[in-house]
């Protein structure tokens, strides 16, 4: 494999050498994610049936809405610099020329869009951890679909990244509306998202 894509902090090398190798060499079963989140190597079980209904639902809008050239991936890889981490979001939509090549991961920094759909075990990775991370890395929009969220499912748009932060541009509750701005200019329903 090649070397890592992800900036380690100075003086820690080493570290960040083991981090990847021991993700590259994961063994998890079929269907877990395995990431690095804030420098910890973390394996989560398959989604639930309602987490994959919502991606799939997700991702059957976008693909009316972004360019040709574009590609909504569900299980890639994306290496967030500078915070020891190694994402697989639920989906994320960057240009499909990002993606092409070797490896088995690509910049988050070359993602136009990050879904993340909270699980009720991992939720904090997701809230917390993976925001600030996307943030860092530049990512321009992070959508983080929340059912779990205090017993009201809900949907935060992230945007705006500067200095390590997002700006939220928008929080609504699932039944009501949110939208995508250009160059997505997609009003969701979230209503249409299951919550168990």
Known sequence: M??????????????????VRIWEETDAPEGCKVEIIEGIVTVSPPPSKDHNTTAALLQRRLYHVVPEDWGIFQTLAVSVPGRGGI?????VVMPCAAVIGPGNR?????????VEITSKANADHDRIGKV?????????????????????????????????????????????????????????????????
């Open 2 to 19: 090649g070397a890592p894509t992800v900036d380690p902090a100075p003086g820690h090398d080493r570290e960040w050498d083991d981090l």
């Open 106 to 114: 690509v910049p988050a920094e070359e993602a136009r869009l990050v």
């Open 132 to 196: 600030r991370g996307y943030a860092k890395a530049g990512v321009e929009l992070f959508l983080l679909l929340d059912p779990w969220h205090s017993g009201r499912p809900t949907a935060t748009l992230y945007g705006e990244p500067e200095g390590g932060t997002y700006r939220v541009l928008d929080t609504v509750e699932y039944g009501e509306k949110l939208t995508l701005p250009e160059p997505f200019g997609l009003v969701l329903d979230t209503g249409v998202f299951p919550v168990s």
């Open 87 to 91: 994402h697989v979001p639920d989906l």
